[in-house]
């Protein structure tokens, strides 16, 4: 079974590690997982690899935290933070080695197996694995993520792990 949403691989969007975050608003409607930047105008705007400005060596990643949406409920993992939202947290890092956390991808559309490389996608907010095309094609930097488990064809959402 694919992995399509952020609680298919966890409840908490941080799995292990302590990580470093910055908070802010974000310029679209974006879930927890996607791949942002901080723009000049200091909102978090998802990355893509066809975008200049996308600052692929700077991204951070959409954290979580609970707050009650309009309707009342308590929101989760997958709720998407809306325009109005403010102190979105957004991994930036990690303290005392990496973190693992919850990541939005593309979908590798084969077998990957652990300790991938990934890469910013041309598909705005996620990542996908690192390959020669994709490498070659883009020519995009890393930003020094590799998944943690074994992902298959359908799978949008990775056990990701930051850092060394």
């Known amino acids: ?14 799995i ?6 910055a908070y802010g608003k974000l310029a679209g409607t974006y879930g927890v997982g996607q791949a942002v930047y901080e723009s000049s105008a200091g909102t978090w705007t998802v990355v893509d690899a066809d975008t200049a400005a996308t600052l692929n060596y700077r991204i951070g990643i959409v954290g979580y935290k609970e ?13 998407a933070y809306a325009t109005t939202d403010t102190g979105v947290p957004i ?3 990690a303290e005392d080695g990496p973190v693992e956390f919850v ?15 990934f890469c910013i996608s041309d598909t705005e907010g996620v990542i ?16 020094n993520i590799t998944n ?5 064809s359908g799978d949008t959402y990775m056990h990701a792990r930051w850092g060394s």
């Not at 095309?133 to 995009?140: E, M, N, P, R």
């Not at 943690?148 to 298959?152: D, E, K, M, S």
């Open 148 to 152: 943690v488990g074994v992902l298959a």
């Open 16 to 21: 292990k590690g302590t990580p470093i975050y």
């Open 128 to 143: 996908e694995a690192l390959t020669a095309v994709a490498a070659s094609a883009a020519g995009d930097t890393e930003p």
């Open 91 to 93: 991994l930036i890092g």
């Open 67 to 79: 707050r009650i949406l309009s309707t009342g409920a308590a929101s989760t993992i997958d709720t």
């Open 103 to 117: 990541c939005k991808i593309e979908d590798p559309a084969a077998y990957v197996g652990r300790n991938a490389r």
């Open 1 to 14: 079974m694919a992995n399509t949403t952020a609680s298919a691989i966890s409840a908490s969007f941080i």
